[in-house]
């Protein structure tokens, strides 16, 4: 394709001292998709990252609050209506670009919200570090499994941060007050407008030498483990508190059962314990089944904005 084809893509690159990497990242974006206006948001470097940029045909923004999801929002918050797609990868020279033309022209003009690069390590790992720390293989494939429990919209790598989106998805997005929880964001507000998500397989490599990851294996995955709770709570809240209330009613029955039942029997309520916890346990139910309606009816008004937004969106770039 010619440099023209590109000027509607907008890349965004957050960034965190990367000064090993960010040349590389901004110059295979360019050989990739020539013409495109590539963001680097700076999320506080205190190396040589933006002397290095400097260096580049690119735009500069800074986020002071920590976060690749603070970045990314601040990179969300700038597209104009110039921008078709918008493509946001790590600067970290760590994913392969050269599937960035089929994705972007699937997003263009296929009709995509959103096409994931699912990440194929083991070829192009050559003097770098290994693709995966300790620990990360096995929370990705568990963090995808657990994403696609919750939020059924067909992403194979939940966790990918190589992600080219359409422009009406990007502005329907309220998310991004986060670290490494952005991408379970971006995966709940799919789910919530139902949009159409693919996949592409995109080459991924460790990290070249000097180059360190931000990622803490533990604590952020304790956090993008509880955002996923939180955003199934907020977005299938009946099905969430159905898990709770459920059970309790079921038990609930039981207890109340055995207590009516010697009552038929002597005229006694000689399991008196059994028929408080039999009615506590119902009454809970009760509130729990009650909660999620409420919080579901909220969550489809969520759903009507969100998606108002988006239509609106879509007509603006039209």
């Given at each position: 394709?010619?440099?023209?084809s590109?000027?509607?893509?907008?890349v965004?690159l957050?960034?965190?001292?990367?000064?090993?990497?960010i040349?590389?990242?901004?110059k295979s974006?360019?050989?990739?998709?020539?013409?495109?206006?590539?963001?680097?948001?700076?999320?506080?470097?205190?190396?040589?990252?933006?002397?290095?940029?400097?260096?580049?045909?690119?735009?500069i923004?800074?986020?002071?609050?920590?976060?690749?999801?603070y970045?990314?929002?601040?990179g969300?918050?700038?597209?104009?209506?110039?921008h078709?797609?918008?493509?946001?990868?790590?600067?970290?020279d760590?994913?392969?670009v050269?599937?960035?033309?089929k994705?972007?022209?699937?997003?263009?003009?296929k009709?995509?919200?959103?096409?994931?690069?699912?990440?194929?390590a083991?070829?192009?790992?050559?003097?770098?570090?290994?693709e995966?720390?300790?620990g990360?293989?096995?929370g990705?494939?568990?963090?995808?499994?657990v994403?696609n429990?919750?939020?059924?919209v067909?992403?194979?790598d939940?966790?990918?941060?190589w992600?080219?989106m359409?422009?009406?998805?990007?502005?329907?997005?309220?998310?991004?007050?986060?670290?490494?929880?952005?991408?379970?964001?971006?995966?709940?507000h799919a789910?919530?407008?139902?949009?159409?998500?693919?996949?592409?397989?995109?080459?991924?490599?460790?990290?070249a030498?000097?180059?360190?990851?931000?990622?803490?294996?533990?604590?952020?995955?304790?956090k993008?483990?509880r955002?996923?709770?939180q955003?199934?709570?907020?977005?299938q809240?009946?099905?969430?508190f159905?898990?709770?209330?459920?059970?309790?009613?079921?038990?609930?029955?039981?207890?109340?059962?055995?207590a009516?039942?010697?009552?038929?029997k002597?005229?006694?309520?000689?399991?008196?314990?059994?028929?408080i916890?039999?009615?506590?346990g119902?009454?809970i139910?009760g509130?729990?089944?009650?909660?999620?309606?409420?919080?579901?009816?909220?969550?489809?008004i969520?759903?009507?904005?969100?998606?108002?937004?988006?239509?609106?969106?879509?007509?603006?770039?039209?």
């Open positions: 394709m010619n440099s023209k590109y000027q509607d893509l907008l965004i957050p960034t965190l001292n990367e000064q090993y990497s040349a590389t990242t901004i974006i360019q050989d990739a998709a020539p013409g495109c206006k590539i963001l680097v948001v700076d999320n506080g470097s205190t190396d040589e990252t933006l002397s290095e940029c400097s260096k580049h045909d690119v735009q923004a800074h986020e002071p609050n920590k976060g690749k999801g970045a990314i929002r601040c969300f918050s700038l597209i104009t209506k110039e078709r797609a918008v493509f946001m990868v790590d600067a970290d760590t994913y392969g050269s599937e960035i033309e994705a972007f022209h699937m997003v263009t003009d009709g995509y919200d959103m096409v994931v690069g699912n990440r194929v083991g070829t192009t790992n050559h003097g770098r570090a290994p995966y720390k300790r990360h293989r096995l990705n494939a568990t963090f995808s499994l994403g429990l919750i939020h059924s067909g992403i194979r939940s966790l990918s941060g992600r080219m359409s422009a009406a998805f990007v502005r329907s997005f309220p998310g991004g007050a986060s670290g490494f929880e952005i991408e379970a964001e971006l995966n709940g789910d919530l407008l139902k949009c159409a998500i693919s996949n592409v397989d995109v080459a991924y490599r460790g990290r030498d000097g180059s360190n990851s931000k990622l803490r294996t533990y604590s952020d995955g304790l993008i483990f955002r996923n709770i955003i199934f709570k907020n977005d809240p009946f099905k969430a159905s898990i709770l209330w459920v059970p309790i009613l079921l038990i609930s029955i039981y207890f109340t059962q055995r009516v039942s010697g009552y038929l002597s005229g006694l309520v000689e399991q008196l314990p059994s028929f916890a039999g009615v506590s119902l009454s139910a509130l729990l089944w009650v909660t999620g309606m409420n919080l579901e009816r909220s969550k489809q969520r759903s009507i904005v969100a998606r108002y937004e988006y239509n609106r969106s879509k007509g603006f770039n039209e």
